[in-house]
């Protein structure tokens, strides 16, 4: 009696280890982009012996199962139906219906391009996926933006690949080195001097070329600024010759990666879209993940067979054997990934789902100004799930639609009160700011004390700080840099 209850209380304290184990699992994949998801589960199925990849998956992507309905058999993943967890019985609140196949361009991505030029390097296995990561993390512009501490963390807890601060700085100098020139730039700055420091590898050393550099690297912050007059002052250089330098710097590429995407034919080719949302002649609006690259998974039908010929070997001989142990932690370690993988599919589409029937009218005319206001706190609610799933599902994803690809982040917009008292979304506010610069007098560009006054006489009441603020979000500089240099 007591080994029987020592027995279930081992078994108890192995479920919450397990079950703790498949929550911290889940959130990661959900953070995951398609692209990553894809790396992550191919990673999974070399190092596991107790999956399987399915060979015979159809060429149209399964979804979830309506209500009531079992779909494909949830057993076929697990040894028992003891075995299957709980949320794999729970049914999805939405129906998703099965989409055709959307042709994707054979043009080379921009990631594609880079992927292809660091092949050309001699490196081992390991630095080649760091490498890969590093280029994943870098953004539409081809600019590493994200600090090397956070992706050295998000290596090792993600991707559980252990690397150094020091190991990424080496591999982001040979990323700098690829074209287009200035690509791995971790700023502006650093993207216009790698340009410049190329451009004198091949056309060598010049007053002109030392004049430029210096002008970025010391007057960097008065360039910007356009202020000229300082920056001739400091560098005790020709009228002719400090006009040609600001001439030639003022020529760089400060977004590199877009406008490889440009050379190739592709307007945002680069980005991999982690849903695709179609709109059918009815206005019925379906909704799909982009998971035809993910590898189906499965329990290995000969390796739990293994394990239970062991299991059965063991208690003949009532001694623990190290092969027992090994077999078993494999195939609780799959059913955990697979488990995971399920829940994020589920996840990912309800959460779709929620944004796609809040913003409906977007999905059906693509115009911006029909953005209700949504907050992921509102999504949230509606599912009944914490506000950090949701900003783990959209966080670096992006959806397909008729009208294009937009981030999800793209579809979340705050309310803002006009004084007629009707609600308007923060893109509305920001439409009608950008008509007011856009139509000003280029010669007197009005200041942001001045936008708000105009503002207000439509009724939009916004202080000049949150002017500036939006100003600011749609790349519009302030009022005495909106001229052109002189």
């Known amino acids: 009696m007591a080994k029987k209850s020592h027995q279930e209380g081992v078994q108890l304290q192995e479920n919450v280890q397990l079950m703790s184990q498949f929550q911290v699992l889940a959130a990661r994949l959900l953070e995951l982009t398609s692209v990553e998801l894809e790396d992550r589960v191919r990673a999974e199925l070399h190092e596991n012996p107790a999956l399987d990849e399915d060979l015979h998956r159809q060429s149209e992507q399964e979804l979830p199962p309506e209500i009531g309905e079992r779909g494909d058999d949830v057993r076929a993943n697990y040894r028992s139906e003891d075995d299957v967890p709980d949320y794999e ?9 099965q989409i055709e196949e959307i042709p994707f361009s054979e043009a080379t991505s921009f990631f594609e391009m880079l992927q292809e030029q660091l092949d050309e ?3 081992t296995p390991h630095q080649r996926r760091v490498a890969i990561y590093l280029l994943g993390s870098l953004d539409d512009d081809g600019l590493l933006r994200k600090d090397l501490l956070t992706i050295y963390d998000e290596l090792q807890f993600h991707m559980d690949i ?3 601060v020091e190991e990424l700085e080496q591999l982001l100098k040979i ?3 690829f074209d287009p020139a200035g690509v ?6 650093e993207c216009l001097l790698l340009q410049l420091e190329r451009k004198e590898r091949i056309q060598g050393s010049s007053e002109l070329l030392t004049l430029e550099k210096r002008i970025v690297k010391h007057h960097y912050k008065d360039f910007t600024n356009k202020q000229w007059a300082r920056i001739e002052q400091r560098v005790e250089a020709t009228p002719e010759m400090f006009q040609q330098a600001i001439a030639e710097i003022c020529r760089l590429n400060p977004r590199p990666g877009a406008s490889m995407g440009e050379s190739i034919g592709r307007s945002g080719g680069e980005i991999v879209p982690d849903f695709i949302i179609e709109t059918t002649d009815d206005e019925d609006i379906i909704v799909a993940l982009n998971n035809r690259n993910v590898p189906e998974l499965h329990l290995n039908n000969e390796f739990v067979q293994l394990l239970e010929e062991e299991e059965e070997r063991e208690a003949d001989d009532e001694q623990p054997q190290e092969a027992t142990s090994f077999l078993k932690q494999k195939v609780m370690a799959a059913q955990t990934f697979v488990g995971a993988l399920k829940l994020r599919h589920q996840t990912m589409l309800k959460t779709m789902g929620v944004i796609v029937e809040m913003q409906r009218p977007f999905f059906l005319e693509g115009d911006f100004a029909l953005l209700k206001p949504m907050t992921r706190v509102d999504v949230a609610k509606e599912l009944g799930m914490d506000v950090s799933t949701i900003s783990r599902v959209c966080n670096g994803k992006y959806a397909q639609t008729r009208f294009g690809i937009f981030a999800l982040k793209d579809f979340f917009t705050e309310a803002y009160t006009a004084d007629e008292k009707k609600d308007l ?3 509305k506010m920001m439409q009608e700011l950008k008509k007011l610069i856009d139509t000003e007098d280029k010669t007197k560009p009005y200041t942001d004390d001045e936008l708000s006054e105009l503002l207000k006489k439509q009724g939009l009441s916004m202080a000049r700080r949150t002017i500036a603020k939006y100003r600011e979000q749609l790349g519009i500089p302030v009022a005495r840099l909106r001229s052109e240099l002189l």
């Not at 019985?89 to 219906?97: N, Y």
């Not at 791995?184 to 700055?189: H, K, M």
Request: charged share 15%.
């Open 162 to 164: 252990v690397s150094s």
């Open 425 to 427: 979304t923060v893109v």
């Open 175 to 177: 990323i700098q080195d």
């Open 121 to 123: 390097r001699h490196l």
């Open 89 to 97: 019985w729970q049914h999805s609140r939405r129906h998703f219906a």
């Open 184 to 189: 791995g730039a971790t700023n502006l700055q």
